[in-house]
């Protein structure tokens, strides 16, 4: 069974720093990854899809990273904002048009 | 892409009752999904719902405590049956277009309160 972890579980940091979320999965056949913010009470937000062929997708100050054979991806986020704070989730998917494979996400919090 | 409305967006009800969920996609799919996310947890995927056969259920979920249903291509519902206070979670559906559009999308979610 796929299992999604994400490090660190929360990160508080001052406006205007560069960071990085981690999310690993434990069966690398996967389809496709998906990052997601979720703001409290809110539904999820698709932030960048990016298919187990690519390495990256990129959208605006968003970076996202994929190494399929180690299990890992990166979000970067660059010159972070208040805005940006809510819950990433990292999810891969196994086959198309298959489930999803959550993390437990993480919790951001960017203070002015 | 695909938005995705649910009714209700919150709802406080008696144990022994039931909550039907509704969700409504402005564009055809192929793929709808049903999630619960419990406090503090991240989500757990309830059912897959194709429309025109039965949903999948996940190891944990059975068809007698929530049964869907998937009448057309843009809609399905969610009833949450003989409800208990550890029903108390948000419900969110999902939908994934296919035909070539592969990103998944999601509702903003049902509140539900079990008392």
């Known amino acids: 069974k796929q299992e999604v972890t994400q490090i660190p579980a929360a990160l508080s940091v001052p406006e205007g720093e560069n960071l990085v979320l981690n999310c690993s999965f434990t069966d690398s056949a996967i389809y496709n990854l998906q990052w997601f913010r979720q703001d409290p009470g809110k539904g999820l937000t698709s932030l960048l899809l990016?298919?187990?062929?690519?390495r990256e997708q990129t959208s605006g100050r968003l970076n996202a990273s994929l190494d399929k054979s180690s299990g890992r991806s990166t979000l970067y986020i660059a010159a972070s904002q208040p805005g940006d704070s809510a819950t990433y989730l990292c999810?891969?998917?196994?086959?198309?048009?298959?489930?999803?494979?959550f993390g437990r996400g993480t919790q951001l919090t960017v203070w002015p | 892409s695909a938005v995705i409305s649910q009714k209700p967006s919150r709802d406080i009800c008696q144990r022994g009752t039931s909550l039907t969920i509704q969700c409504q996609v402005d564009s055809q799919v192929t793929m709808m999904f049903w999630y619960r996310q419990q406090p503090g947890q991240s989500l757990t995927l309830i059912a897959t719902a194709n429309q025109g056969s039965e949903a999948t259920y996940e190891s944990g979920f059975v068809i007698d405590k929530f049964p869907i249903s998937r009448p057309n291509l843009t809609f399905s519902t969610l009833t949450v049956s003989n409800m208990s206070p550890e029903d108390s979670s948000i419900y969110l559906c999902?939908?994934?277009?296919?035909?070539?559009?592969?990103?998944?999308?999601f509702g903003p979610g049902t509140r539900l309160l079990v008392l």
């Open positions: 990016i298919q187990s062929s690519q």
């Open positions: 999902s939908a994934t277009p296919g035909q070539g559009i592969e990103t998944q999308y």
């Open positions: 999810a891969v998917r196994g086959s198309t048009l298959g489930r999803l494979y």
